[in-house]
């Protein structure tokens, strides 16, 4: 089993559509979570943290589930610019600093 | 302000043979994270250099290595080269956070070096 995983999609959807993803990992004791976002060909950058409290960036929402161990991203109103791969980041268990990836969700958002 | 900045940006190898790649990290950072991105997949962790030691290993052989200098910056090397070593090698920068770990992953990435192998 992937220490983090996500369905790679893709996800087509219209522009104004609301789409969610979610990820599960597999640690129980990792304790940071993220997602980032990476365009074609370019590295990833930083989207949002993830806290059990919900987390809201504009039309952002990230939200971690602790006892099912899954982490998920909503985004409203999708914009033709939202399209990219979306990665699912969980890590920092055992005091350890190193983070797992997933393999990456792609959002294709269409006219 | 410069960001996490990456040499070369793409060379081509063939087997057999070693590459250097080198990171300079973002102002004010001192941890530099190395990760190889396979076409289709997510980053995999390779290491992390901090005050110059190699601090954490992911799942690779010893033909990756790495260095940090005084300055920061690093450089990862790849020896004997095989054909599935073709990638996106990605440098990220971050402070260094020590026991806090709820910050792990809050990282900058440079653009990458894509290297293929022939």
């Known amino acids: 089993r992937k220490e983090v995983e996500q369905d790679p999609g893709p996800f087509n959807v219209p522009e104004g559509a609301t789409v969610a993803f979610n990820c599960t990992y597999s640690?129980?004791?990792?304790?940071?979570f993220f997602w980032y976002r990476q365009d074609c060909r370019k590295e990833p950058k930083l989207l949002m943290s993830?806290?059990?409290s919900g987390n809201e960036d504009g039309r952002f929402t990230a939200q971690l589930n602790r006892a099912s161990q899954y982490i998920s991203l909503l985004i409203r109103d999708s914009k033709l610019s939202d399209s990219a791969t979306y990665l699912c980041?969980?890590?920092?268990?055992?005091?350890?600093?190193?983070?797992?990836f997933g393999i990456g969700t792609k959002l294709q958002v269409i006219p | 302000d410069a960001g996490v900045t990456q040499s070369p940006t793409h060379l081509i190898k063939t087997r057999g043979q070693q590459v250097t790649l080198r990171c300079s990290p973002k102002?004010?950072?001192?941890?530099v994270s190395w990760y190889q991105q396979a076409l289709g997949q997510g980053p995999q962790f390779i290491f992390q250099?901090?005050?110059?030691?190699?601090?954490q290993r992911g799942n690779f052989p010893d033909r990756f290595s790495g260095h940090q200098f005084p300055n920061y910056s690093s450089e990862l090397n790849v020896n004997a080269l095989l054909l599935g070593d073709s990638a996106l090698y990605l440098c990220?920068?971050?402070?260094?956070?020590?026991?806090?770990?709820?910050?792990?992953?809050?990282?900058?990435f440079g653009e990458g070096s894509r290297l293929t192998v022939l």
């Open positions: 990220a920068s971050s402070p260094w956070i020590g026991s806090s770990v709820t910050s792990a992953g809050e990282l900058f």
């Open positions: 640690n129980s004791a990792s304790q940071s």
């Open positions: 993830v806290y059990s």
């Open positions: 980041v969980a890590g920092g268990s055992g005091g350890y600093q190193k983070v797992t």
């Open positions: 102002s004010g950072h001192d941890t």
């Open positions: 250099y901090y005050e110059e030691e190699e601090r």
